[in-house]
């Protein structure tokens, strides 16, 4: 790292894979949306970075995932918040809510790398957000190696909102940090919906 870096040098910074589904925002462009249609109502759907198996992004979310780099969530966090309140998206939000982890989970690594990313990205938003929004009952298998069927079933039900007030007639920034299928998000916007809030919107640090 050079003086001036902070937890990406500028090399990889440059060569960094960046989407542009900020710029298709709610349209039939978005090609991150549509994993939705059908599905369950989604009014943005946004992802920082694409997933690029064994590449830089890749490392990053195991820097940060398994190796204590907690700040880089928020680091990322903040990049692309204010790359979307460039683009005034910061006016169609009310609060951001990071998926939550299981407590057995929290408790074995400490923080919940959502979390980090979703107050990185409400700070430049200049939003609130809450980690006590959403709770997970049950600790399910990793997703990693499942097949779209498989991840719905995984975590179909396992979302709740214990404090309905906290969401009720609210606009939803729901973020985790990688999407795949969307299974997760999905599952977590259906109960976000059931609990009153009048609109959920997505985001990642990337997207498979």
């Known amino acids: 790292m050079a003086r001036g870096e902070d937890f990406i040098c ?5 060569k960094l894979p960046y989407t542009e589904y900020h710029v298709h925002g709610g349209t039939a462009e978005n090609q991150l949306l549509k994993r939705f249609w059908g599905k369950v109502p989604v009014r943005f759907a946004f992802a920082y970075l694409h997933f690029i198996s064994k590449g830089r992004v890749q490392r990053l979310l195991h820097e940060l995932k398994y190796r204590g780099a907690e700040e880089l969530g928020d680091h990322l966090g903040y990049r692309y918040g204010s790359l979307l309140s460039d683009h005034q998206y910061n006016s169609h939000f009310d609060l951001v809510v990071p998926v939550p982890l299981h407590q057995s989970k929290l408790r074995k690594r400490g923080y919940n790398q959502s979390d980090s990313f979703a107050e990185g ?8 957000w809450s980690n006590r929004t959403l709770e997970r009952t049950a600790n399910t298998d990793t997703q990693t190696k499942k097949g779209r069927l498989e991840r719905w079933q995984n975590v179909e039900d396992i979302f709740v909102v214990r404090k309905p007030e906290l969401v009720q007639g609210k606009r939803i920034l729901l973020v985790d ?9 999905e599952a977590c916007a259906i109960a976000l919906l059931a609990a ?8 990642a640090i990337a997207a498979a």
Do not use: F, H
């Open 121 to 128: 990205l409400a700070r430049a938003l200049q939003l609130p």
């Open 10 to 14: 500028t090399d990889c910074n440059v």
């Open 196 to 203: 009153g809030c009048v609109e959920v919107s997505v985001a």
């Open 177 to 185: 940090d990688v999407m795949t299928t969307g299974a997760t998000l």
